[in-house]
């Protein structure tokens, strides 16, 4: 499978437009030609992750495997993570138009980052990516802590 890598920054126009990069284009095209995303706001971050249908469709089943729908928390936690996204597919001009509402959540209004993350793009305002990052040494320990007690199969 081909994964989404790198980082890119546009700029969003009047409309709310941003051009898809050119090199996330064709991880994202379906079968059929098109590529279909889904945006959602991230659960942790002030940012929004897009990703495919197919790895949307991944990410509902793992979600259904584990909310109860006779469980009201956990059909509160299911319309949250609804009510936070919406689908996009890029313009003949190989752009997508991001909602004023999702571009609230995540704090863009102008610059935007698009960050790879193998299987999912998060899209940052810029200002707000720049400071996000940890430290060299802490990534290491967190690194080595979290991956390096754990056997290569």
């Known amino acids: 499978m081909a994964a989404f890598t790198g980082e890119y920054s546009c700029?969003?126009?009047?409309?709310?437009?941003?051009?898809?990069?050119?090199?996330?284009?064709?991880?994202?095209?379906?079968?059929?030609?098109?590529?279909?995303?889904?945006?959602?706001?991230d659960v942790f971050d002030k940012c929004l992750t897009l990703m495919t249908e197919a790895e949307w469709e991944k990410q509902m089943a793992f979600i259904d495997s584990r909310l109860n729908p006779y469980n009201k928390e956990h059909q509160a936690l299911r319309r949250e993570l609804f009510r936070n996204m919406a689908a996009l597919e890029p313009d003949a001009a190989g752009r997508?138009?991001?909602?004023?509402?999702?571009?609230?959540?995540?704090?863009?209004?102008?610059?935007?980052?698009?960050?790879?993350?193998?299987?999912?793009?998060?899209?940052?305002?810029?200002?707000?990516?720049?400071?996000?990052?940890?430290?060299?040494?802490?990534?290491?320990?967190?690194?080595?802590?979290?991956?390096?007690?754990?056997?290569?199969?």
């Open 11 to 41: 700029k969003l126009d009047d409309k709310g437009r941003v051009p898809f990069p050119a090199a996330f284009r064709a991880t994202a095209t379906g079968s059929d030609g098109q590529a279909r995303l889904v945006a959602k706001k």
């Open 96 to 153: 997508i138009l991001l909602s004023k509402r999702l571009m609230d959540l995540a704090g863009i209004s102008k610059e935007v980052v698009f960050a790879g993350q193998g299987d999912k793009i998060e899209l940052w305002a810029k200002a707000d990516y720049e400071s996000c990052g940890i430290a060299a040494a802490d990534t290491a320990a967190l690194a080595e802590r979290l991956l390096g007690s754990t056997p290569r199969s």
